[in-house]
């Protein structure tokens, strides 16, 4: 990437007076980012997309901005400093970004640091218990996984539990993702017993075996007769 000239340009069109010329300017930076194959992303970049997230007034501008943030994250792994951070934490307490907490929660599950990690969780896990939007609770819970967040271990038992197929199989696959056997193996496997879902129950397999369980072997034995 052209350095400097990127960024003023992206800057320049967030500054635009008309919302879809803001918009425009991520989706812009975006496709430049990918065309060149760009694995580490500006900070001055991630900066004003935070900025633009926090203070547009256009949803469609926020969006495109939430949605730029969790591309960056999952796809190019670039670190946010702990300011950027925080501020993705604070936009998800803010009920006027609801339409973007989806998004922000993958984005914060997926940076690979243990900065403000603590934090995170406390505002994934509220997340998780206040938000009504399936999604936005689906990414919380494997954001939880991504981040180890074993002091969530009760708060996706729970959700092991709920009705939603989606949830529960986004619950099984954060408990892979934590790795943690103490106070779940045994749970996977009184849920593999009960769970209707094969997708699911594929899921508990997959996740058991992540975490080293040595019992999968002898509960599919069980099951199968």
């Known amino acids: ?15 635009a007076s008309k919302a879809g010329d803001r918009e425009e300017a991520i989706g812009a930076f975006c496709r430049r980012l990918m065309i060149e194959g760009e694995v580490d992303v500006p900070q001055d970049a991630i900066g004003a997309i935070v900025n633009t997230l926090a203070e547009d007034k256009s949803s469609a501008v926020q969006l495109a901005a939430a949605d730029f943030l969790a591309w960056t ?10 300011e950027q951070l925080k501020a993705c934490c604070s936009l998800l307490e803010d009920k006027k970004r609801a339409k973007c907490h989806s998004l922000l929660a993958r984005t ?27 999604e936005t609770r689906g990414q919380a819970i494997e954001a939880l996984g991504r981040l180890k967040a ?36 045994a ?25 080293g369980s040595r019992k999968v072997r002898a509960t599919l034995v069980k099951l199968i007769g």
Do not use: C
């Open 108 to 134: 914060i599950g997926y940076i690979p640091t243990d900065n403000v990690r603590k934090t995170r969780i406390k505002v994934l896990r509220a997340l998780l218990e206040n938000s009504k939007d399936e």
């Open 150 to 185: 074993t002091n969530a271990r009760q708060d996706l038992l729970d959700t092991l539990e709920d009705k939603s197929e989606a949830i529960r199989h986004r619950t099984v696959i954060a408990f892979g993702l934590m790795g943690e056997r103490r106070g779940i193996e």
């Open 73 to 82: 994250a999952e796809w190019t792994h670039t670190e946010m400093t702990d």
């Open 187 to 211: 749970q996977l496997i009184n849920h593999l017993g009960i769970e209707k879902s094969p997708e699911v129950r594929a899921a508990v397999i997959h996740s058991l075996t992540m975490m």
């Open 1 to 15: 990437m052209s350095g400097k000239k990127a960024i003023d340009e992206l800057k320049s069109g967030l500054s």
